[in-house]
Nanobody
Framework: HVQLVESGGGSIQAGGSLRLSCSASGLTRSAYCMAWFRQTPGKEREIIAVIGSAGGTTYYTDSVRGRFVVSEGAFKKMYYLQMDNLKPEDTAQYYC??????????????????WGQGTQVTVS
């Protein structure tokens, strides 16, 4: 049973930085795609960053590339999203998600079955 818990959200001024954390448990397979998504009211949840736990390859959408960095902590238990130079359009509920590692560059949201509860980021 995979359990994901996000933390680190908050309110911040434009240009500032936040680091989101995702605590993961129940990841018993050898490799996972760990993704960060975000969602604003009335819009679909969009993927923004992915890291493959085996090898550490990372993927980003254009909207965050160069400003956000996804990383993995030790023993596949913690995942992070460092967000720099935040903009008001980054305001959203942020979620981490996991799936078995297979073509992590495939951004199809329906491939992800395990989700956290989300953490709110507000940029003003």
């Amino acid at each position: 049973h995979v359990q994901l818990v996000e933390s680190g959200g908050g309110s911040i001024q434009a240009g500032g930085s936040l680091r989101l954390s995702c605590s993961a448990s129940g990841l018993t397979r050898s490799a996972y795609c760990m993704a960060w998504f975000r969602q604003t009211p009335g819009k679909e949840r969009e993927i923004i960053a992915v890291i493959g736990s085996a090898g550490g390859t990372t993927y980003y959408t254009d909207s965050v590339r160069g400003r956000f960095v996804v990383s993995e902590g030790a023993f596949k238990k913690m995942y992070y999203l460092q967000m720099d130079n935040l903009k008001p359009e980054d305001t959203a509920q942020y979620y981490c998600a996991a799936r078995l590692q297979l073509s992590c560059g495939n951004f199809d949201r329906s491939l992800y079955k395990d989700w956290g509860q989300g953490t709110q980021v507000t940029v003003s």
